[in-house]
């Protein structure tokens, strides 16, 4: 990683913030300081634009061969094999989460760029023909990059929402400044060493390590980045739309979800099927102590089942060991910050103030960090803000139903719509219910998994747009019709437009 404090990457350069300004970066495990990073401003981000925008108006990267780009990104993929111990390390101390859960991370960021190294290179290069109806029309759709892209990325999985915008916008071949969390910069910062060391030419990759409200603010309102792709909350989204507004450019926003987690009591009829149905849900809730915006966080169980599901789903909650996630038999670390163990402290609060029943956890263990135990609500109803806002942390609720259109109207009962799932042994109920959902992506039988090929997004205020798969491919691209006229001849529209004679 490169020197503290010069975490700046502008037009080839490693820097510190122009304004000399500095913040430190906390281990949530015991909340004590363990790096020091440049807090840039906006004219760090000035700076950035303006040299990605030369690197894309006059460098060489967007006109480099698509074969050439591919084997690029192939080159970083290798380097993430390389150091995926040492990057691994670096996410689950940033992070808080375990040192497994930071090496798949790494597996992830890697599989992605080449993914979209494989996606481009096997396109049809010559574009899409358009039927003209004549051999004397040549009509053809090729795609551009769009230009310069500002991305803005969360504090939950910094290395693996970077790569979900990098490697499709250096694929489509882009030039970029991205923004990582204040909070979690640091895996960040080294895949920009990993892409200088790939050989991509200087001023395509640039970084400005900083906060939203000046660095993210500037991206999105600076009239010379084209696109801005932001995952993170739904306020700061909205305002990164409204920002964007005025000059027009692409924009593409993942803001999260409340996301169902819908269990029928025929799929709990064996006892291996009780079992993984169970285990599911507390993958579901608390991986990565619920910091994860597609968690499910809302447990919809059939009624006859939610006495005996909800005391195992307890039992087992309660038998989470936290800790740091380098420790041997850890399986959960700390909340990220001060401020997201205080939202949760409030939510679970609030909850048990509106009437929930408290089954498992609910409060910080003993000792130093951001620790919170993994909390099991029962007795859970639409009306309560537990049940109706993202909590982003440990925190499951639980709504029961008697029928299956009970159970989709309050799957869909949320503003958000990302993702969901249903358990059940019919695999008609399941088809049917799976395509009533109003959510982007939709597990059966399963939660969580994700596949690079398949595009990523939600429904209502999760957003706009898409990630991963071809549809994310497009989000860094412009469609450009192309159309020739073999035989071009007068048209004699208008009368007066006759060669004269004589």
């Known amino acids: 990683m490169t020197a503290a404090q010069q975490t700046i990457h502008v037009g080839g350069e490693w820097r510190a913030a122009l304004s000399g300004a500095t913040r430190e970066i906390i281990d949530p495990v015991d909340a004590t300081p363990f790096e020091v990073v440049a807090e840039g401003g906006a004219l760090d981000t000035d700076d950035a634009v303006a040299a990605a925008r030369a690197a894309f108006d006059f ?3 967007p006109r ?7 084997a690029l ?37 890697r599989d992605a ?72 910069p640091l895996t960040t910062v080294v895949l920009i060493e990993l892409l200088l060391e790939a ?31 932001f995952t993170g909350g739904l306020v700061s989204g ?14 593409a926003l993942e803001l999260g979800g409340k996301n169902p987690n819908v269990v029928f009591a025929d799929a709990c009829s064996t006892p291996d099927g009780f079992d993984t149905a169970v285990d599911q849900a507390l993958n579901a809730a608390f991986i990565h102590s619920g910091q994860v915006c597609s968690a499910g966080s809302r447990l919809i169980v059939e009624e006859p089942l939610r ?16 800790g740091r996630g380098t420790d041997a038999g850890v399986e959960c670390g700390p909340l990220v910050s001060a401020a997201q163990l205080a939202r949760t402290e409030s939510y679970v609060a609030s909850a048990l103030a509106e009437g929930a029943v408290l089954r498992a956890g609910g409060g910080r263990p003993a000792g130093p960090g951001y620790f919170f135990r993994p909390t099991v609500l029962d007795r859970c109803h639409r009306g309560m803000r537990v049940v109706r806002e993202e909590v982003f942390g440990p925190v499951l609720t639980v709504e029961t139903f008697r029928t299956e259109e009970e159970a989709v109207a309050l799957a869909n009962d949320t503003e958000y719509g990302l993702a969901g799932a249903v358990w059940t042994s019919d695999e008609h109920r399941a088809r049917r219910v799976a395509g009533l959902l109003r959510h982007g992506t939709v597990w059966i039988n399963d939660f969580h998994p994700y596949l690079p090929q398949a595009e990523w997004g939600g429904f209502g205020k999760s957003g706009i747009g898409r990630e991963l798969g071809p549809g994310g491919l497009a989000e860094y691209r412009e469609a450009k019709h192309i159309y020739q006229n073999l035989a071009p001849r007068p048209v004699r529209w208008f009368a007066g437009t006759t060669t004269a004679k004589g």
């Open 73 to 109: 990104l192939r080159r970083v993929a290798a380097l993430l094999d390389r150091d995926r111990d040492r990057i691994g390390a670096l996410e689950s101390r940033d992070a808080g989460k375990t040192l497994e859960e930071g090496r798949l991370d790494v597996d992830c960021v």
């Open 199 to 229: 050989g991509l030419p200087l001023g395509a990759a640039n970084i400005v390590t900083g906060p939203g409200d000046t660095v993210g603010a500037r991206l999105a309102e600076h009239p010379d980045v084209d696109l801005v792709s």
């Open 307 to 322: 006495d005996r599901f909800v005391a195992e789903l307890s039992r087992r909650a309660e038998l989470i060991r936290l």
């Open 59 to 61: 460098g060489a990267w």
């Open 64 to 70: 480099t061969p698509v074969a050439d780009r591919a």
């Open 113 to 184: 760029f080449r993914y979209f190294a494989g996606l481009v290179e096997n396109e049809n290069g010559g574009g899409r023909v358009v039927d003209a109806g004549s051999d004397e029309i040549r009509s053809v759709v090729v795609h551009e990059p769009v230009g310069v892209c500002a991305l803005i990325t969360p504090w939950n999985y910094p290395l693996l929402q970077a790569s979900w915008k990098i490697a499709p916008a250096l694929a489509a071949g882009n030039t970029f400044v991205i923004k990582p969390s204040e909070i979690t």
């Open 238 to 251: 909205t305002k990164v739309a409204r920002s964007a507004a005025d000059s027009v450019k692409k924009v």
